[in-house]
């Protein structure tokens, strides 16, 4: 069938021990003024409100160290649900955002999953709101933005792992198939990448001849064509490695060259080309 294309050593400086300190001392302080209150026959809504503030002031200290993990620590230094809770910061200005990371994960079972989720069962995890889910959906934008500004404007067969991975973040999650037309110039820069439609080959109704018909009107040398599988699973099919044949045909005849034809899926891609089909 065919589809869309897919594509900590923490290091701490002293700033981390004097944040570490003043939250002991904070507590500290609360703590000996809720023990004075309660000497005092102070009232249970003293009490109350000291515990509150504690509550804030631990959450607070959390975030703190999070961030500074994240600044001086490196790519790996946040665990997958810690860059939830980061991200989650965002929409929930006060409290702890841990259960909420947690029980993302425990739903969708990992961190590009819950990225790639759909706004409307991200908001079927207790406690996600509308803020929560832009906070995760912008997160997964800006990923694929830089993904393809790493095959923007440069050769795109000698970028071609970096075109994998972008295709991996753009298509590899879909759960429909969708198939792309990626246009070159004469020097294999992306001229045009064509939304040709979704769903199998005979449903999204990929002719040849338009195929070939769009490239020409570009300008194109060549073409890749992608598509991905929502089963995970990239191995071609019949009517893959038809349609790809069809249109290396088509665009012999007129000088566009088919340089490859990728599935992606969960569990990988395959090329065409280097099954020698093409």
């Known amino acids: 069938m065919l589809s ?19 939250i002991a001392r904070q507590v500290l302080r609360e703590r000996a003024g809720k023990g004075n209150a ?20 631990g959450a607070a200290g959390h975030r703190a160290r999070l961030r500074e993990r994240l600044l001086t620590g490196g790519s790996e230094a946040l665990a997958d649900y810690e860059v939830l809770e980061y991200l989650l910061f965002g929409a929930l200005a006060r409290g702890d955002t841990k259960p909420l990371a947690k029980a993302l994960l425990d739903r969708f079972g990992s961190l590009a999953a819950v990225l790639n989720g759909d706004p409307g069962a991200l908001k079927q995890v207790k406690g996600i709101s509308d803020a929560s889910v832009g906070q ?18 440069k050769p795109v067969l000698g970028s071609w792992q ?17 198939v792309r037309v990626l246009y070159l110039n004469a ?27 769009r490239g ?26 038809q349609i790809t044949r069809a249109i290396a045909e088509a665009g012999r005849h007129v000088g566009i060259t088919v340089h490859d034809h990728v599935i992606v899926g ?3 891609h395959t090329s065409l080309r280097a099954k020698g089909v093409i």
């Open 216 to 241: 020409l009107d570009c300008g194109a040398s060549a073409l890749i064509l992608v598509h991905n599988h929502p089963s995970g699973n990239p191995e071609p099919s019949r009517a893959d490695i």
């Open 187 to 213: 020097k294999n820069r992306l001229l045009l990448d064509h939304h040709v439609g979704d769903g199998t080959v005979d449903e999204a109704a990929i002719h040849p001849r338009e195929v070939i018909r």
């Open 136 to 153: 995760i959906k912008i997160a997964a934008l800006v990923a694929r933005r830089m993904a393809r500004s790493e095959v923007a404007d």
């Open 38 to 57: 309660l000497r005092k026959g102070g009232d249970a809504n003293s009490v109350a409100q000291g515990s509150e503030n504690q509550a804030k002031t």
């Open 162 to 178: 970096a075109l994998l991975d972008y295709l991996a973040i753009d298509m590899g999650h879909l759960t429909v198939e969708r």
């Open 266 to 268: 969960r569990e990988g």
């Open 4 to 22: 869309a294309w897919r594509f900590r050593p923490v290091v701490r400086d002293p700033s981390s021990t004097a944040v570490c300190c003043a």
